[in-house]
Nanobody
Framework: QVQLVESGGGLVQAGGSLRLSCVAS????????MGWYRQAPGKQRELVAT???????NYAETVKGRFTISRDITKNTVYLQMNSLKPEDTAVYYC?????????WGQGTQVTVSS
């Protein structure tokens, strides 16, 4: 079992920045993949960014150049720095980890970008 606690969402104007954090209950050394997904109203959940245990990073095309995923293994935490936010980034953002053969989700944090 892995519990995930997210924080950092909120309301921001277009062009602004937010930083999301997700703390895992297990050491990040043993987690294969940590990442962020988002789900906007009426849409399917979609990948935003992932980072593997080896440090490999993947971004959705829609956020490349604006968002940065990082992690602090000593704090079992993954971050998502979001810059140049757009109204279309409005969604509930979910932390996700792949631990052994299982996927775990956080409770989600709302990000709202006003135009």
């Amino acid at each position: 079992q892995v519990q995930l606690v997210e924080s950092g969402g909120g309301l921001v104007q277009a062009g602004g920045s937010l930083r999301l954090s997700c703390v895992a209950s297990r050491t990040a050394f043993n987690i294969n993949v940590m990442g962020w997904y988002r789900q906007a109203p009426g849409k399917q959940r979609e990948l935003v960014a992932t980072i593997t245990r080896g440090g490999g990073i993947n971004y959705a095309e829609t956020v490349k150049g604006r968002f940065t995923i990082s992690r602090d293994i000593t704090k079992n935490t993954v971050y998502l720095q979001m810059n140049s936010l757009k109204p279309e980034d409005t969604a509930v953002y979910y932390c996700n980890v792949l631990y052994l053969a299982y996927t775990y989700w956080g409770q989600g944090t709302q990000v709202t970008v006003s135009s």
